[in-house]
């Protein structure tokens, strides 16, 4: 079994965006991918007000493949929180996405520490865009989570390509916090995180459809790690986090 923890579904033509879940199910039914959490591009509220209720729609459409991720702007206060409620309570959302470098907005401020709190809350999972962006950086994250410690945070990307020894270091210190795979095209990189923090907090992400998934889980194969921690990476971790039956 492979749970991807970190894909896209949102259709936006005026951005470019056309990935719906149909093609989305596709690229994972190629790649062999048996569920995938999902996210938009876009950030709730500011976005299409139906948002959510396009996600939500798209997961029931393939019931046990895809699970679905609130992406939120703080910049809206207590609308990102009531749209974040909405999110759990009425559609069943599993999870919160936040990329601070489309909002411009420091990961440990008090908009964005309200988020964690309220994820804290529900018991669900954060994952945040975690690379060598402003705003994005590691250590960045580890403020919100030294406000929030309680939040299960899934920093993603490893890092990105120059902060992964950072990024290893805040995982260390903080025991809530985990890593994806995605994006990151060193598979060395990903032998180091299973060495420095062991299988069980890296997780499986391929950002697709922006990359292949293909790649990724050769990726994943080409650091050798084994049969039992590629399990863990590829599918145990995520069920446990996510709180799923992945058997």
Known sequence: MIIDAHAHMDECPIRGYYDPPEKVVRIMDEAGIDMAVVSAYRNAPEADPHILEYVARGAAKFPGRLIPFARLNP????????TLDRAVNEFGFRGVKLHPASYN????????????????????????????????????VEMAMERSPETKVVLAHLGGFFHTEDVLRVC????NAYVDTSEIPNAKKVRLAVETLGAERVLFGTDLPTDNPALEIHKIKAAGLGKE???????????????????
């Open 229 to 247: 921690a590629e399990e863990l990476i590829f599918h145990k971790n995520a069920a446990r986090l996510l709180g799923i039956d992945a058997a």
């Open 75 to 82: 910049r809206y206060g207590d609308g990102a929180l009531e």
């Open 172 to 175: 260390l210190r903080r025991p």
């Open 105 to 140: 907005l420091i990961p440990f401020g008090e908009a964005t520490v309200r988020i964690f709190k309220r994820a804290a809350d529900y018991g669900i999972p954060l994952l945040i865009h975690c690379t060598d962006e402003g705003m994005c950086l590691p250590l960045q």
